[in-house]
């Protein structure tokens, strides 16, 4: 069986003005294939979920808990 590290990389694409997702996607491009040129292959665009509780002044004023996605690249490489 065959073992791998992983690196997880967090991914935002930036568009100006009327641009659109084919920007974004030679932005995701870009990355996938730097890090395929080092020897990290693609695995999966992940969708992770982080929970942003308010601070203690924020809750006092009635800030509620967020909930924020955030795009994730996850590579991987064998090892050994």
């Known amino acids: 069986m065959e073992k791998y590290e992983y690196q997880v ?6 568009v100006k003005g009327a ?5 974004v996607a030679q932005q995701l491009n870009s990355v996938i294939s730097k890090h395929a040129s080092q020897g990290w292959e693609f695995v999966q665009l992940a969708d ?3 929970e942003a509780k ?6 006092l004023l009635g800030a509620k808990t967020a909930y924020i ?4 690249i ?3 490489r064998a090892v050994g």
């Open 19 to 23: 641009q659109g997702a084919e920007v």
């Open 9 to 14: 990389i967090p991914f935002i694409g930036l």
């Open 69 to 72: 996605r955030f795009d994730q």
């Open 54 to 59: 308010p601070g203690c002044l924020a809750a």
């Open 48 to 50: 992770v979920n982080i």
């Open 74 to 76: 996850v590579f991987r």
